[in-house]
């Protein structure tokens, strides 16, 4: 039987003009929106693209041939308490290492990067170089927190509807009873009048407790509303009076004294109410979460000019005048781990963009904050156009 033809050898075609690319090779990393930085195995800089200069800063002069360490503002300084930043590992494994990075750029902002390293083998396996890619997801990161933050509550107002559902037959039971209970002791001349008074405040009781237990139904029910949730004509002073009933238990277990400055006369604002009543528990929570030890909270509203004002005012420690320009930076926080994300503001800042708001903070550092919301009654309503 005749052999079969052996397939046939297909040249390896080279993916560029070396020769044509050699030249403009330095404009080609300089244009990359990424920062790009180029280290040898004695952590030398080779090359550094101007994105990377501009992300992380660098002492005056030249970089290159100058050890990482002393050249640049090395965005893996932190993992050096490790023992290695991840260039070295890369050099160890030969492989690509791929970290996520919450950095202070030099401006002050936090800023989340991705980074790749990607060792260059020479001829004989041996890593030459570290190629250091780093790409900007500060913005991704925040929509993805954000949508992730969406899927939440949508999932809260299906559990808060099923809640409510569950608890609303049981409360409409024993609110009939009470007045069953009720009607026939109007109507009972044998029952002593001391017993009478008696019965009758814990009947009232009962009914004042199961309706209050419906309305805080009622109220989560509103804030967990899914978020396309259509616009409408929303009463501020009643989402800060929710708010803070919502918020009574940990408000009572800190101590904290509330006063609520409401001015009757302010016109409702056209908005996702989703939205306004995310903007005062945000707020609020913030307030609260600043005052561990007690404090006073303090919620008022007003109008001026066709706006409607929302100011919410703590005695905690107040903002360092460091922290005053980042507090609005997505993933920015002061609070212990596991105690906040560094989104309430930043989200809180885009919501009250989105209807055509603004929202400022006033501070002095062991003297409280006040954040100060002007909300226009006729805004966008809320959308994201």
Same mark, same amino acid.
């Given at each position: 039987?005749?052999?079969?033809?052996?397939?046939?050898?297909?040249?390896?075609?080279?993916?560029?003009?070396?020769?044509?690319?050699? *030249?403009?090779?330095?404009?080609?990393?300089?244009?990359?929106?990424?920062?790009?930085?180029?280290?040898?195995?004695?952590?030398?800089?080779?090359?550094?693209?101007?994105?990377?200069?501009?992300?992380?800063?660098? !002492?005056?002069?030249?970089?290159?041939? *100058?050890?990482?360490?002393?050249?640049?503002?090395?965005? =893996?300084?932190?993992?050096?308490?490790?023992?290695?930043?991840?260039?070295?590992?890369?050099? =160890?494994?030969?492989?690509?290492?791929?970290?996520?990075?919450? !950095? +202070?750029?030099?401006?002050?902002?936090? /800023? &989340?990067w991705e980074a790749t390293f990607n060792p260059v083998l020479d001829a004989s396996g041996e890593v030459t170089h570290v190629v250091e890619v780093w790409r900007d997801i500060t913005e991704r990161s925040e929509l993805e927190a954000q949508l992730a933050h969406s899927e939440r509550l949508a999932s809260l107002g299906t559990l808060a509807a099923g809640v409510a559902h569950e608890l609303n037959n049981p409360m409409a039971a024993i609110l009939a009873g009470v007045e069953r209970l009720q009607r026939w002791l109007s109507r009972e001349p044998a029952v002593d009048p001391r017993h009478r008074e008696e019965i009758s405040g814990v009947l009232a009781g009962l009914e004042r407790e199961t309706q209050r237990c419906t309305e805080t139904t009622e109220k989560l029910l509103l804030l967990?509303?899914?978020? &396309?949730?259509? +616009?409408?004509?929303?009463?501020?002073? &009643?989402?800060?009076?929710?708010t803070l009933s919502l918020l009574n238990y940990q408000i009572s277990k800190q101590g904290i004294r509330t006063v609520q400055e409401l001015d009757p006369r302010i016109p409702p604002v056209w908005a996702r109410e989703t939205g306004i009543r995310g903007v005062c528990m945000n707020l609020a929570m913030n307030a609260v979460q600043a005052m561990r030890d007690g404090g006073t909270l303090t919620m008022r509203t007003r109008n001026v000019d066709a706006r409607v004002i929302l100011e919410v005012e703590d005695t905690g420690p107040g903002i360092l005048p460091e922290h005053l320009d980042r507090i609005w930076d997505p993933f920015f926080t002061t609070k212990p781990i596991g105690q906040g994300t560094g989104l309430g503001l930043?989200? +809180?800042?885009?919501?009250?963009?989105?209807?055509?708001?603004?929202?400022?903070?006033?501070?002095?550092?062991? *003297?409280?904050? &006040?954040?100060?919301? =002007?909300?226009?009654?006729?805004? /966008?309503?809320?959308?994201?156009?």
């Open positions: 039987m005749a052999s079969q033809p052996a397939d046939p050898i297909i040249p390896i075609v080279p993916h560029m003009d070396i020769e044509q690319v050699r *030249h403009i090779l330095p404009e080609l990393i300089d244009s990359m929106s990424d920062a790009v930085v180029v280290v040898d195995r004695q952590q030398r800089v080779v090359a550094a693209n101007r994105r990377y200069l501009e992300a992380f800063g660098s !002492l005056p002069g030249s970089v290159l041939l *100058h050890h990482c360490h002393d050249a640049l503002h090395c965005p =893996e300084g932190p993992s050096f308490k490790t023992g290695r930043c991840s260039a070295c590992e890369a050099i =160890e494994l030969k492989q690509p290492v791929r970290r996520m990075r919450n !950095l +202070t750029a030099p401006a002050g902002a936090q /800023r &989340r967990a509303q899914p978020v &396309r949730a259509a +616009t409408s004509w929303v009463d501020v002073n &009643r989402a800060v009076r929710d930043s989200i +809180t800042r885009q919501v009250v963009g989105r209807q055509d708001g603004t929202i400022r903070v006033e501070t002095r550092p062991g *003297h409280g904050a &006040r954040f100060i919301v =002007e909300l226009p009654v006729k805004g /966008r309503g809320g959308t994201d156009g």
